[in-house]
């Protein structure tokens, strides 16, 4: 199969990983719209909300509310955006969950290696 996010997920394309489980994989996205966006990916392949198994969708969204957690205190995020796209509006055809941090203050969008540092530092 020739998905991007499955290569990702088999680690044959390397990735800023923030978060891993045996169900999902959280990356950064490499082309931020702000610091700490990152997406909570499945494991299993598979499209969008029209096919994604319940139990799996509760898991991203408690994965989620964790990432927001992790951007305010690491990343001093002022508010979180999830998003998620299908149909036409899907760029990559694996079910994806962005997590986009809001700033009250516009930031600069440093280097993703940064972040993840960032994110990563205890
Ligand atoms: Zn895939």
């Known amino acids: 199969m020739d998905c991007i996010f499955c290569k990702i997920i088999k680690g044959e394309i390397p ?19 702000n610091n700490g966006h990152m997406l909570i990916v499945p494991k299993n392949h598979t499209l969008d909300l029209n096919t994604i198994d319940s139990s799996t969708l509760i898991h991203v969204m408690t994965i989620a509310k964790q ?23 899907q ?3 694996h079910f994806h969950l962005h997590v986009i941090p809001k700033y009250s203050i516009e930031q600069t969008i440093l280097p993703v290696e940064e972040v993840l540092k960032k994110l990563k530092e205890s």
């Open 67 to 89: 990432m927001k957690k992790l951007v305010e205190d690491r990343l001093h995020a002022d508010g979180v955006t999830l998003l998620q796209n299908n149909g036409i509006a």
């Open 15 to 33: 990735s800023y990983t923030v978060y891993e489980d045996e169900l999902v994989k959280v990356f950064l996205d490499i082309n931020p719209s």
């Open 91 to 93: 760029d990559v055809k």
